[in-house]
């Protein structure tokens, strides 16, 4: 079992909130911190200050928008970073498609009284059918994006997101890769694709989930934390 600090990074437009059911399910048994990626204004800057919360060697478990920050620890530090986990999100720039799209997200959060977090259209596509009507789920992604609201996601939507690929060549410790079944943000294709880059690396679907699995799939990810956490 690793004893080093197991830091949970979330992604954009996500607080602690996200992680609550991995705290609770893994905390007895590891050191678990959250971290808070929504005030610095560069990818340097967040790394430093998740790198902050611990000292020595850490377990570093990204998620989405976390994922593109765990990687830029590995660029920076590498001898730090014990194990990593990547949990729907990616490894490369973003598109052009996807700057457009970003680009237009931010002029409507900059419009006054337009911002709103997360509504119902745009949860169907983060989250799988099943859970979107599920209105436990779907009620605890709206409130936390509303609580962050537009400065957050126009500070986070700015942060350039690197090209993870030779990092992950280069590193040799025990890699956990997860992703939902129906992820249409970070879809399983580009998941694969890490597993193929990193030696140790293990890929686990969540059957039926779309992009938010700490939410969709608490139970599947605890569990696929803990095993990776006493590989």
């Not at 060697?57 to 660029?75: D, E, I, R």
């Not at 789920?137 to 537009?150: D, I, P, S, Y």
């Not at 890769?177 to 399983?188: A, F, H, K, R, Y």
């Not at 990193?198 to 992009?211: N, S």
Request: charged share 25%; net charge negative.
């Amino acid at each position: 079992m690793s004893p080093a600090p197991l830091i949970l990074i979330p992604g954009l437009l996500n607080d602690a909130d996200l992680w609550r059911d991995q705290v609770a399910a893994l905390s007895p048994r590891f050191d678990v911190r959250v971290a808070d990626i929504t005030r610095g204004e560069t990818m340097a800057a967040l790394v430093e200050a998740v790198f902050a919360l611990a000292e020595g060697p850490v377990a570093v478990a990204g998620f989405s928008m976390g994922g593109y920050v765990a990687q830029a620890m590995l660029m920076h530090r590498p001898e730090r970073i014990e194990r990593l986990a990547l949990l729907d999100t990616g490894i490369r720039p973003d598109t052009p498609e996807r700057a457009a799209e970003r680009a237009t997200q931010t002029r409507l959060a900059t419009a006054s009284g337009r911002f709103v977090g997360i509504g119902d259209r745009l949860l169907r596509t983060y989250m799988a059918p099943d859970h979107v009507a599920n209105p436990d789920m779907a009620e605890r992604v709206k409130a936390m994006t509303q609580r962050l609201g537009a400065e957050v996601f126009i500070r986070q939507s700015a942060i350039v997101r690197g090209d993870g690929e030779a990092a992950l060549r280069a590193y040799r410790g025990p890699t956990l890769v997860l992703c939902g079944e129906v992820d249409q943000i970070t879809p399983p294709a580009g998941h694969r694709e890490i597993v193929g880059l990193v030696p140790d690396a293990e890929l686990v679907i969540a059957p039926g989930c779309g992009h938010l699995t700490p939410i969709e799939a608490p139970e599947l990810v605890s569990g696929a934390l803990a095993h990776w956490m006493e590989r």
